[in-house]
């Protein structure tokens, strides 16, 4: 079973529609991703905002920032 992640980017990120486009095989096949917008939360603009896009694992925290690769993204699922 795949963990569910949350992919931390803001609307007009060209970057976060790519990082959207490697994951869209990896959500075809059931994982969950939330996308949270950190415009619309101070301490997750304050943090991510020169890191955009930024896919971390919910259940650990785990994070993966851009740039990356779908063997990289299969790598933090494991």
Known sequence: MLPECQLLGTLGCHLCDYAEAVLMPFVESGLL???LDIAEEPGLME????LIPVL?????GA?????????????LLR
Do not use: K
């Not at 943090?47 to 020169?50: I, N, P, T």
């Not at 971390?56 to 650990?60: E, G, L, M, Q, V």
């Not at 994070?63 to 790598?75: G, I, Y």
């Open 33 to 35: 991703v939330e996308l």
């Open 47 to 50: 943090r991510y905002a020169l």
């Open 56 to 60: 971390r694992r919910t259940d650990t």
């Open 63 to 75: 994070e993966l920032h851009w740039p990356f690769e779908a063997s990289q993204v299969a790598a």
